[in-house]
């Protein structure tokens, strides 16, 4: 079984979405002996914005070397994505939705003909076999009924978003309202690694 986890915080040691999606990569390890992990930390390894060059070098138009370098490692990045089995995503809430980081490395696994493709009906997400699980932090609170929901761009749009790439098997594992006193922030925590033990294999 192929896992690919993706971390996006910027936050480094002090980040919350890495703390989780290390020990869901941990415990699913400790439940498949045979998992083969790959890893892509886009805030060190940041992959650059979409661009109509990037879309004129997919077409076959000549570019310069940093694009073609930019244009490799999405395309490895595309690779790896469709590649896994299980995708263990970290997504932090910035300014109500996902970290811009996050969103580069979207521009570049959401491609037609390769993750989803439109047919007379509509689209057809083509990623229907592999089963995602986003460890999503935010310093507020926004589940459905609190006054804020509203402002959640950031787990209504992953839902989206992979929904649309054809995944239904989605997890969320939350830690939300961790910047509401220390307390707060390690009830969260401790009870989205709770949920974590309780994953299934
Ligand atoms: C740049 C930045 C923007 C943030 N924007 C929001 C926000 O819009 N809503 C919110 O509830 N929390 C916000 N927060 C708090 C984060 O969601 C919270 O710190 C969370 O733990 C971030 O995940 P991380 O620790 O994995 O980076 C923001 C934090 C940062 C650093």
């Given at each position: 079984?192929?896992?690919?986890?993706?971390?996006?915080?910027?936050?480094?040691?002090?980040?919350?979405?890495?703390?989780?999606?290390?020990?869901?990569?941990?415990?699913?390890?400790?439940?498949?002996?045979?998992?083969?992990?790959?890893?892509?930390?886009?805030a060190a390894t940041p992959i650059g914005h979409l661009t109509a060059a990037h879309l004129g070098a997919a077409q076959g138009a000549s570019v310069d070397e940093a694009l073609k370098a930019d244009v490799a490692i999405g395309?490895?990045?595309?690779?790896?994505?469709?590649?896994?089995?299980?995708?263990?995503?970290?997504?932090?809430?910035?300014?109500?939705?996902?970290?811009?980081?996050?969103?580069?490395?979207?521009?570049?696994?959401?491609?037609?003909?390769?993750?989803?493709?439109?047919?007379?009906?509509?689209?057809?997400?083509?990623?229907?076999?592999?089963?995602?699980?986003?460890?999503?932090?935010?310093?507020?609170?926004?589940?459905?009924?609190?006054?804020?929901?509203?402002?959640?761009?950031?787990?209504?749009?992953?839902?989206?978003?992979?929904?649309?790439?054809?995944?239904?098997?989605?997890?969320?594992?939350?830690?939300?309202?961790?910047?509401?006193?220390?307390?707060?922030?390690?009830?969260?925590?401790?009870?989205?690694?709770?949920?974590?033990?309780?994953?299934?294999?």
């Amino acid at each position: 079984m192929k896992l690919l986890h993706v971390d996006s915080s910027i936050l480094g040691q002090g980040s919350v979405s890495r703390d989780l999606s290390a020990d869901i990569v941990a415990t699913l390890r400790g439940r498949h002996p045979d998992l083969t992990v790959s890893r892509l930390d886009l805030a060190a390894t940041p992959i650059g914005h979409l661009t109509a060059a990037h879309l004129g070098a997919a077409q076959g138009a000549s570019v310069d070397e940093a694009l073609k370098a930019d244009v490799a490692i999405g395309n490895i990045a595309l690779e790896e994505f469709l590649a896994a089995d299980v995708v263990v995503v970290g997504a932090p809430m910035y300014n109500f939705t996902v970290s811009s980081q996050l969103k580069a490395w979207i521009d570049r696994i959401a491609v037609a003909g390769k993750t989803f493709r439109y047919g007379e009906q509509g689209p057809i997400g083509l990623c229907g076999d592999k089963k995602l699980i986003i460890a999503s932090s935010r310093g507020g609170a926004y589940i459905e009924g609190s006054p804020a929901a509203f402002m959640d761009h950031q787990e209504t749009y992953l839902r989206g978003l992979f929904g649309f790439l054809g995944i239904t098997d989605i997890t969320f594992i939350r830690a939300e309202g961790v910047a509401m006193g220390s307390e707060a922030r390690s009830g969260a925590v401790a009870s989205a690694k709770t949920e974590i033990a309780t994953l299934a294999a």
